[in-house]
């Protein structure tokens, strides 16, 4: 069964620094592969996704991630941080059949000024 | 406006009493999911619909019931509710491709007594 790994359940950075959120997936096959942040009290909003095509990935708010097939990782960086981007950040995956999503146990950012 | 809604947003019960969450989206997706949200676990899928009258188990699925009679509606059902099952839950919809964005609700905060 394909799984999500996020290491770290917190982050914690200064307003300007690099932001680097860390994610492990496995797979037997190459994934789709997301990240969603999540405002306080609120649902959960796309940042960015990997759906086999550049392994760069840009996606809202400065956030950019990398697809990387040998180290099964795909880590969420944005190079300064902002006050607003404290939320909680989730990676995730598209099971092999397409219909299922599984999450990864979410990293909290806290940014601090 | 683009969204998928979901009432009631808090809900604070009793054991064994039958409830329902009901989710809408006005986007005319074809694919639509329910997940619980437990802190340190992320999010989990309790059901999932690929279309109308079509529907599958999650990781989740156990106290359970969902319908879709309507492409719009989605409704989550616990016919016995249980302390357990105390969480913030959330329904999604998208495209019927699996890399199609998923939109979110905003939540349902449930309490079971």
């Known amino acids: 069964a394909q799984s999500v790994t996020q290491l770290g359940s917190h982050v914690s950075v200064s307003e300007g620094a690099l932001v680097l959120l860390r994610c492990n997936y496995s797979?037997?096959?190459?994934?789709?592969l997301f990240w969603y942040v999540q405002y306080p009290n609120q649902g959960l909003q796309l940042l960015l996704k990997?759906?086999?095509?550049?392994?760069l990935v840009k996606g809202i708010n400065g956030f950019e991630a990398e697809f990387k097939k040998s180290e099964t990782s795909f880590h969420l960086t944005k190079p300064s941080a902002h006050m607003s981007d404290a939320a909680e950040y989730f990676c995730?995956?598209?099971?092999?059949?397409?219909?299922?999503?599984?999450f990864g146990a979410g990293t909290r950012l806290f940014v601090k000024a | 406006e683009a969204q998928v809604t979901q009432n009631p947003r808090y809900l604070i019960t009793v054991t064994g009493k039958k409830l329902t969450v009901t989710c809408s989206q006005n986007m005319n997706h074809e694919y639509m999911s329910w997940y619980r949200q437990d802190p340190g676990l992320g999010l989990r899928q309790i059901y999932y619909?690929?279309?109308?009258?079509?529907?599958d188990k999650g990781d989740v699925p156990e106290g359970y019931k969902v319908s879709r009679k309507e492409k719009r509606n989605f409704p989550l059902i616990l016919e016995s509710p249980s302390p357990n099952q105390t969480s913030l839950y959330f329904c999604?919809?998208?495209?019927?491709?699996?890399?199609?964005?998923?939109?979110f609700g905003p939540g349902t905060r449930l309490t079971v007594l």
């Open positions: 619909s690929m279309n109308v009258e079509v529907t």
């Open positions: 990997y759906t086999s095509a550049a392994t």
């Open positions: 999604a919809s998208r495209g019927g491709t699996e890399t199609d964005t998923q939109y």
């Open positions: 995730a995956v598209i099971d092999t059949g397409g219909f299922k999503t599984i």
């Open positions: 797979s037997s096959v190459p994934p789709y």
